[in-house]
């Protein structure tokens, strides 16, 4: 990018290849173009403003760049749908058009097109159940897109956690629908286990035999049988034994430090969160920090 001396007024037109598709709007006297149609930006301009303005010209290029790639069908729209980004829960499933792709971007707000409305919307407009959106991924197509996010709060109108609640199989089954049957995956489905037995001591509505009522009703055992099964992990490294065998016992050190979590009512999705937001940190100064 060349450096300019001079000076031009601010700018709203179109750049030439590799910006010919995209605008630049107002970035006063810092940015202008050389006799050859390049763009410039001037030798006074060092100021971060400057630096901020190509910055977002890039960032802008890029999205639009993303946006011609999606596939939209003849109404302009692509199937979205919003994922729990720790519990890989599936949240509720909409519609995007480029706007809503473009503004969920800038935004880090998970938004919609609603077909009925014909208008944008954006999750939590209303509620304040907001999901927000830490990265966006399109399939193999480029014809469906996902948001992976963060929600505040229930997502379905409903009140429920997601709007994915109703079992084929419980209806199959029982010629019903069991409103509570959220679709969980098998970690969250060992959790919801766990706790209704814990619903069941508390509530005392259960003398059924269960392991997991006694490691409730019982501190020491529990914590002992996590040090057990912790041991028995390390014994299938250090003694070289096959990858069932570790993932057996990994098994058992993880269902019975749920149950301790149960137990303090920590929920796995915020375990999860932890391990997500150490990603970006190194280990060793992540426990340097804790001293």
Request: aromatic fraction near 6%.
């Amino acid at each position: 990018m060349a450096i300019s001396s001079s000076s031009s007024s601010s700018l709203t037109r179109f750049v030439t290849a590799p910006y010919q598709k995209y605008r630049i709007l107002s970035f006063g006297n810092n940015i202008n173009f050389n006799k050859n149609n390049k763009l410039c930006i001037n030798a006074s301009s060092s100021s971060s403003a400057a630096k901020k303005s190509i910055k977002e010209l890039t960032l802008d290029s890029k999205v639009e760049v993303l946006l011609d790639s999606v596939k939209w069908d003849d109404k302009g729209l692509a199937v979205a749908i919003a994922q729990n980004v720790d519990t890989g829960a599936i949240l509720m499933q909409g519609f995007a058009n480029r706007e809503a792709l473009a503004t969920t971007i800038s935004s880090r707000k998970a938004t919609f097109f609603s077909r009925s409305r014909s208008s944008l919307w954006t999750k939590g407009e209303t509620s304040n159940n907001f999901i927000n959106v830490h990265d966006v991924f399109l399939d193999c197509d480029r014809d469906s897109i996902i948001y992976l996010g963060k929600p505040d709060g229930p997502t379905c109108h409903t009140g429920s956690e997601t709007c994915y609640y109703s079992s084929v199989n419980d209806f199959l089954e029982h010629s019903k629908v069991e409103d509570s049957s959220l679709a969980l995956t098998t970690l969250y489905s060992l959790e919801s286990t766990i706790s209704q037995r814990k619903a069941e001591i508390e509530a005392d509505d259960s003398e059924k035999p269960s392991w997991t009522r006694r490691l409730l009703l019982d501190k020491k055992l529990l914590c002992s049988k996590i040090r057990e099964e912790a041991d028995e992990l390390c014994r299938t490294l250090e003694e070289n034994e096959d990858q069932s065998r570790s993932a057996s016992e990994m098994a058992d050190v993880l269902y019975h430090a749920m149950v301790l979590l149960a137990l303090k009512n920590v929920k796995a999705e915020e375990v999860l969160e932890v391990l997500r937001l150490r990603f970006t940190k190194s280990g060793i100064e992540e426990k340097n920090s804790r001293k």
